[in-house]
């Protein structure tokens, strides 16, 4: 009589069982929204190359009249083309329901050359041009100017490298689903350092031309403020400041009669003046955060503690 033994089951698709499993392949991803991403690592990459030409080196565009700028307000404007990328990949994704993990990797690791390397590389190349051409009368002054720079430059592009690895991990894949950002957007913050290098760039060069005492006191106050600047906005990317997430609630829901006149007076003074209409928006959205900030944490310490009821 033949005794029958049970065998032992197969555990199928078992990581334990299998340490040398292959991984799974990515094979298909969207093609539009992934194309509209590394645009915006592209634009980063084509300012730092403009950056690193001379600031005095001009260009002008053939088919736009009175177009000429220089070098670094060129490399600014690639900056705000990345940024104007960032928005319409997440859309253009949404819309076509191609959201992805992998699309979401990208996104950051193109918003970390675009808000992270070329904000940092311009601002340290506008101010080494300054100090260049001013001449300080003393020489270790110089040099520790130099390494102030340098090191908030370096800062800047770390901060904004842990903000988006931060922003991979706590974020959700639905963008919709938060009306809120922990610390200051990266694109945000470069564009406060990309809108004053720009407005040096196109309005103090006018004034220049008028008044060359006060340009030169403008000029020595830009050595010191940009690096503080840049290193301001550095250290908000990494905080824990509550930010409104501007494209969900400026384009979600209805509206009130005060939102749609802030939203044209906006509008009016972008074609009135877009250099001076950049400046004002950039660092009036980073100011905000920093007064609500302070606002809600007074107003949590005023608030009264329920008191431990003693049994």
Same mark, same amino acid.
């Given at each position: 009589?033949?005794?029958?033994?049970?065998?032992?089951?197969?555990?199928?698709?078992?990581?334990?069982?299998?340490?040398?499993?292959?991984?799974?392949?990515?094979?298909?991803?969207?093609?539009?929204?992934?194309?509209?991403?590394?645009?915006?690592?592209?634009?980063?990459?084509?300012?730092?190359?403009?950056?690193?030409?001379?600031?005095?080196?001009?260009?002008?565009?053939?088919?736009?009249?009175?177009?000429?700028?220089?070098?670094?307000?060129?490399?600014?404007?690639?900056?705000?083309?990345?940024?104007?990328?960032?928005?319409?990949?997440?859309?253009?994704?949404?819309?076509?329901?191609?959201?992805?993990?992998?699309?979401?990797?990208?996104?950051?690791?193109?918003?970390?050359?675009?808000?992270?390397?070329?904000?940092?590389?311009?601002?340290?190349?506008?101010?080494?041009?300054?100090?260049?051409?001013?001449?300080?009368?003393?020489?270790?002054?110089?040099?520790?100017?130099?390494?102030?720079?340098?090191?908030?430059?370096?800062?800047?592009?770390?901060?904004?490298?842990?903000?988006?690895?931060?922003?991979?991990?706590?974020?959700?894949?639905?963008?919709?689903?938060?009306?809120?950002?922990?610390?200051?957007?990266?694109?945000?913050?470069?564009?406060?350092?990309?809108? *004053?290098? /720009?407005?040096?760039?196109? !309005?103090? @060069?006018? #004034?220049?031309?008028?008044?060359?005492? $006060? =340009?030169? %006191?403008?000029?020595?106050?830009?050595?010191?403020?940009?690096?503080?600047?840049?290193?301001?906005?550095?250290?908000?990317?990494?905080?824990?400041?509550?930010?409104?997430?501007?494209?969900?609630?400026?384009?979600?829901?209805?509206?009130?009669?005060?939102?749609?006149?802030?939203?044209?007076?906006?509008?009016? *003074?972008? /074609?009135?003046?877009?250099? !001076?209409? @950049?400046? #004002?928006?950039?660092?009036?959205?980073? $100011? =905000?955060? %920093?007064?609500?900030?302070?606002?809600?944490?007074?107003?949590?310490?005023?608030?009264?503690?329920?008191?431990?009821?003693?049994?």
């Amino acid at each position: 009589m033949k005794i029958k033994t049970a065998r032992p089951k197969r555990i199928r698709n078992s990581p334990l069982k299998r340490p040398g499993r292959r991984k799974r392949r990515l094979k298909y991803i969207a093609f539009l929204p992934s194309f509209i991403t590394l645009l915006n690592g592209a634009c980063g990459f084509i300012a730092i190359i403009f950056a690193s030409r001379s600031p005095s080196l001009g260009w002008s565009l053939p088919f736009i009249r009175r177009s000429y700028m220089t070098s670094l307000s060129l490399a600014g404007y690639m900056v705000f083309m990345a940024m104007i990328a960032d928005v319409l990949d997440g859309r253009i994704a949404r819309l076509t329901r191609t959201t992805s993990s992998f699309g979401g990797q990208l996104d950051s690791l193109s918003d970390a050359i675009s808000f992270g390397v070329a904000p940092a590389f311009l601002m340290n190349k506008l101010v080494e041009y300054h100090l260049e051409r001013i001449r300080l009368e003393s020489p270790r002054f110089s040099v520790f100017a130099g390494r102030i720079i340098f090191f908030s430059a370096v800062l800047y592009t770390m901060c904004a490298v842990v903000r988006l690895a931060r922003f991979n991990v706590e974020n959700d894949e639905d963008e919709a689903a938060h009306m809120n950002f922990s610390g200051l957007p990266s694109p945000a913050a470069a564009g406060v350092v990309v809108s *004053l290098v /720009i407005f040096h760039q196109r !309005l103090l @060069l006018r #004034i220049s031309n008028q008044a060359s005492g $006060l =340009f030169n %006191i403008l000029e020595n106050f830009a050595i010191f403020i940009f690096p503080a600047l840049t290193l301001l906005t550095g250290i908000l990317m990494v905080g824990r400041i509550r930010y409104p997430h501007l494209p969900n609630l400026l384009l979600r829901g209805k509206k009130s009669p005060a939102m749609l006149l802030a939203i044209f007076a906006t509008a009016l *003074l972008i /074609i009135w003046n877009i250099h !001076l209409a @950049l400046v #004002i928006g950039f660092c009036g959205f980073t $100011l =905000f955060g %920093i007064f609500r900030g302070i606002i809600v944490s007074l107003h949590k310490k005023k608030q009264p503690r329920p008191e431990t009821i003693k049994m």
